[in-house]
């Protein structure tokens, strides 16, 4: 396989991109490898976003697809089921450019959610997006 077409920073900003300008979406943070200071070429992207209670994930996941697929087409998109974590939702996206091993994990939170998955101890310290 070359070289990657599309690196992990261009995806980041897409998906900021999408999900900042929405008022449902009150922040977002990078958590995962990069939380602990230790990406390397096997590292996912770990994203998370603080979102309304009341906003439609599905809507959410639908704007960063939009966003993803301006960059690179998506191969692959898990659905994670309902109801593993109380108050967030993950899917994950696979794209055509990008480095084989390169896979973004992404999360909304709702905002009344017990837990934020912050503690240093185990997320590491998250980077905010903003």
Not at 23 to 31: L, R
Not at 60 to 86: D, K, M, N, T
Not at 88 to 116: G, P, S, V
Request: hydrophobic content about 45%; some cysteine; charged content about 25%.
């Amino acid at each position: 396989m070359g070289e990657a077409k599309v690196s992990r920073k261009r995806l980041i900003q897409a998906i900021q991109n999408a999900l900042e300008p929405l008022p449902s979406v009150y922040a977002g943070w990078e958590g995962g490898s990069a939380a602990f200071d230790a990406l390397d070429r096997y590292s996912d992207i770990d994203l998370t976003f603080l979102v309304d209670p009341q906003a439609s994930v599905d809507a959410l996941f639908e704007a960063v697809a939009c966003e993803l697929e301006r960059v690179s087409p998506i191969v692959a998109c898990y659905h994670e089921p309902p109801g593993i974590w109380e108050g967030i939702t993950h899917r994950f996206f696979r794209l055509a450019d990008t480095d084989e091993y390169l896979l973004i994990d992404l999360a909304m939170l709702r905002a009344d959610a017990r837990d934020r998955f912050l503690e240093v101890e185990r997320h590491g310290h998250v980077l905010p997006l903003f």
